[in-house]
């Protein structure tokens, strides 16, 4: 049915008719671009471990604080053992140059079995986080766990970490604090499988009443 | 410092010795390219209200759950207002076609000020949501209140809404459920300001260990 907008008007009653893949794409698009990052974790054993999150959100810059959503019974869930075992995990951009390699980490392999070794990717670690970084990887964060969230809704877990250190190239951070992650060569994912690359539009002066906003050269 | 690759080591001791708005700048753009929509919100007196999130991410799609982060003492208070009064808010994805009056939308203005008008977007209304939706946007998405969480890490609230309706253009809807959010118009956002149109890579295959990925056309 079009609206006046001559827009598809779609109906929550109509969600449980669509074929469940059908609903999932779509579903999943809803929400706009996402970020896409690949999960680093170990176990207890060494085992390394990496999943592909779309679902990284700031929390906060003071702290530091960042987020993601994770299901506790699905491809996830040697993450979240991990997690809990090491108090760490690592958030690493998955860029233009390997994107096919994140798309593969999220087949679901035997916990015995790395990612980083399935999809080619490489493990670097720091001094400070016991969890594994992609060399890969050009933006790279180390997190300390702090917290979980039950979503009821959907007995969805939001997890939440403080970052404990960044790395990044140095000519992609501008002189104001910007980090250029297009410059990066950062993707974008929408929906389950589509991945994008970007291109710049403008940055824009903060926005105050009654003022004009300027693009920030 | 430069690490092994290069790279520009920056640790959390050195946050706390940062400008406030370096700091800020920086922190936000470590998650990645961001979602970026119009929360849009209604009074019990009827004052329409918006506000810029990139922080919308997707819970589920069996029911189909979305969610935002909430600063509750910051310019999106009146939108937490109407949302406990009313129950109901939209989603609005921003377009490159308004994408600085998006941006206009957030600055502080006072309650009684409409969003909308300040800055130049139209309120349209749907029979069951009572939130308004903005016509500029191509992508609308009404929602039903259903729970919120309390990050005790630094008091920022994880509210979560039920998809009640969709509306978007029939011609982005593809056959097995993906909306094309890129042919919509629909932009990304990169830390507090950079605003990016993107250009498709590929889709890709369901992943599987052991089996090659396909692009699917």
Known sequence: MLDNDQLLHIQKEAFPEMERRYRTRLINALSGFKSLNLLGTVSTEGVTNLSVLSSV?????NPALMGFIMRPVSVTRDSYNNIMATGYFTFNHV??????????????YPSEVS????TDLTAVYSDRIKAPYVRESKVRIGLAFREQLNIEANNTI???????EI?????C??????LD???????TVSGLDSYHQTQRLARLSYAKPDQTL???S
């Not at 990612?115 to 399935?118: C, Q």
């Open 115 to 118: 990612e980083f070794s399935a």
């Open 57 to 61: 959100v700031h929390l906060g810059a």
């Open 95 to 108: 860029l233009e140059s390997f994107y096919q390699n994140a798309h593969q980490a999220s087949a679901r």
């Open 167 to 171: 790395f990044c190239p140095e000519e």
């Open 158 to 164: 939001l997890m939440v970490g403080e970052v404990v």
């Open 173 to 178: 951070l501008q002189e104001d604090g910007y």
């Open 214 to 216: 300027e693009v920030i």
């Open 181 to 187: 992650i297009e410059q990066a060569g950062t993707v």
